[in-house]
């Protein structure tokens, strides 16, 4: 089974720092990776989504992420983070090989905070 | 276009009643899927459908629980039966249809149900 590990659960930083939240799935096949994010009592929305091509994808508020398959990962930056991408970030991924590639699985989220 | 709706957005039963989640997925959309939030977790999966067909559910628990998603109106997901572990938030999602499977899950706003 698919298993997706969001290293940090809580990332504060300072506005127009740079933030990289990171995340790690456990697959030795392929994978399509996925990044949401939700706001407070909102559902989720998609960010970026990594399917195939090029590695690193970009979403159109300025965070973008980099599949690394010998690394197991898609950390997720932002060169500058507003006060407004306060939210917690989730990281998902899903099989395209097999019969449930329909199957999102979750990392725990990291909320990322902040501060003025 | 408007997005994945869900209703109730805020649901609270006492133990031993009934929930009853519904879900209208997007125009065009004819996949569904059901995910539960549990407090500090991620999204778990619990069931896929199209029209009239369970394709996936295992991640549903075995008893109480089951989804529908008839040829006409939303989705419901019903719980029986309730009990305080069953208060979580309740995603649904929905996806168009595509030759690979690899239509983007787009996600509704949520039932956050409280069982007293």
């Known amino acids: 089974a698919q298993s997706v590990t969001q290293l940090d659960s809580q990332v504060p930083v300072f506005e127009e720092a740079p933030v990289e939240l990171r995340c790690n799935y456990s697959?030795?096949?392929?994978?399509?990776l996925f990044w949401y994010v939700q706001y407070p009592n909102q559902g989720l929305q998609l960010l970026l989504k990594y399917l195939s091509g090029s590695t690193l994808v970009e979403s159109i508020n300025g965070f973008e992420a980099e599949f690394n398959k010998s690394q197991t990962s898609f950390h997720l930056r932002k060169p500058s983070v507003h006060i407004s991408d306060t939210a917690e970030y989730f990281c998902?991924?899903?099989?395209?090989?097999?019969?449930?590639?329909?199957?999102?699985?979750f990392g725990k989220g990291t909320l990322l905070t902040v501060n003025p | 276009n408007a997005g994945v709706m869900q209703n109730p957005r805020h649901l609270v039963r006492r133990r031993g009643q009934e929930a009853r989640l519904r879900c209208s997925p997007m125009?065009?959309?004819?996949?569904v899927y059901w995910y539960r939030q549990l407090p500090e977790e991620g999204l778990k999966f619990m069931v896929y459908?199209?029209?009239?067909?369970?394709?996936?559910e295992s991640g549903m628990p075995k008893e109480r629980f089951s989804a529908e998603f008839p040829k006409e109106g939303p989705s419901i997901l019903r719980i029986q039966q309730v009990v305080r572990g069953d208060s979580a938030a309740y995603f649904c999602?929905?996806?168009?249809?595509?030759?690979?499977?690899?239509?983007?899950?787009?996600f509704g706003p949520g039932t956050r149900l409280l069982v007293l």
């Open positions: 998902a991924v899903s099989d395209p090989g097999g019969g449930s590639n329909y199957k999102l699985t």
């Open positions: 697959s030795s096949v392929s994978v399509y």
């Open positions: 125009k065009g959309h004819s996949h």
């Open positions: 999602a929905s996806s168009p249809p595509t030759l690979t499977g690899a239509g983007t899950q787009y």
């Open positions: 459908l199209q029209k009239e067909n369970i394709i996936d």
